[in-house]
């Protein structure tokens, strides 16, 4: 699975827009961009997946650049809630299912 | 519906002791993953299960880690001879036939004194 380089923290005021990116120039054509996040002592919970269009739901949106190398996820309207490990995965999907390979992650503040 | 959910939800044990912790998936997801997790790490994929069978296995660390699932729901992951680097969260999640989405449990927080 190819490697994603994601910023170690950033910072965001409740309310704005909170703007995720992640690196992953290795990024193979049959490879889809994962996004996971972690509240503290918790298990992480799925957000939003993409392969090359940009995709939207009811937690955030997700852009992919059109060589697929870098992608950002979009918190609209960002709350204290939303503090968090942000992980960017990039994996190969199948019916079979496939491992995932997690890194560090950002881990997003939103300040009141 | 349930979530996906592990027991115990901490475990303490001796160096050298043997340990057990189950997950239970969501029912009817067939993927099954364990994951582990040190402090300030991300997950690290330890095995994976289609169904009964283990479909990799290639992030068990070593022989003294062993997972079985063997009616394809319930699964233990088994830990021979503990070590204090064993210390971890242990993480399982289970998704719908391997798809998209991995709905993780809340984890068992092994300690090895």
């Known amino acids: 699975d190819a490697k994603t380089t994601q910023p170690t923290s950033m910072d965001c005021a409740e309310g704005r827009a909170a703007n995720l990116p992640c690196n992953h120039s290795?990024?193979?054509?049959?490879?889809?961009v994962y996004w996971y996040r972690q509240i503290h002592s918790q298990g992480p919970q799925y957000i939003i997946h993409?392969?090359?269009n940009n995709e939207t739901n009811e937690m955030a949106s997700l852009i992919i650049t059109e060589d697929r190398k870098s992608s950002t996820l979009i918190l609209p309207h960002a709350t204290l809630r939303d503090t968090a490990v942000y992980y960017c995965?990039?994996?190969?999907?199948?019916?079979?299912?496939?491992?995932?390979?997690f890194g560090a992650g950002t881990r997003l503040f939103v300040k009141a | 519906g349930a979530g996906v959910s592990q027991t115990p939800s901490n475990k303490v044990t001796e160096k050298g002791k043997y340990v057990e912790l189950r997950c239970d998936p969501i029912s009817g997801h067939t993927a099954l993953y364990w994951y582990r997790q040190s402090l300030g790490q991300g997950p690290e994929f330890l095995i994976y299960?289609?169904?009964?069978?283990?479909?990799?296995d290639s992030g068990l660390p070593n022989d003294r880690f062993f997972a079985v699932r063997p009616e394809g729901s319930v699964s233990t992951l088994k830990i021979q001879r503990t070590e204090r680097g064993d210390s971890a969260v242990y993480l399982c999640?289970?998704?719908?036939?391997?798809?998209?989405?991995?709905?993780f449990g809340p984890g068992t927080r092994l300690t090895v004194t």
């Open positions: 999640a289970s998704s719908l036939r391997g798809g998209w989405e991995q709905y």
């Open positions: 299960f289609q169904g009964t069978g283990a479909a990799d």
């Open positions: 993409g392969l090359k």
């Open positions: 995965i990039v994996r190969v999907d199948g019916t079979g299912g496939f491992k995932t390979i």
């Open positions: 290795t990024i193979s054509g049959n490879e889809y």
